[in-house]
């Protein structure tokens, strides 16, 4: 199955090649986890602040258990801070 991975940010660095801009598909085995994705791609636990799939908020204790499916788009921003 397929997803839209997509990373921002300083997070960028941990895309894989083939990337436009800050996104790429991904196949991903059925049944995967937003979890299992951020666990592939090895994104340090303090760097995945801010995680949406298709627009919705993911809170960390939900990661484990929310089931991705076919084209969700899966974004993961690190803590900004500014003013």
Known sequence: MEITFKLFATLTDYLPTGRVDNAVRLQIPEGSTVQAVIDRYNLP???????????????????????????????IWPPIAGG
């Open 45 to 75: 636990e303090k760097l995945t602040h801010l995680v949406l799939v298709n627009g919705v908020y993911i809170d960390p204790a939900e990661r484990s258990a929310r089931v991705l499916t076919e084209d969700d788009v899966l974004a």
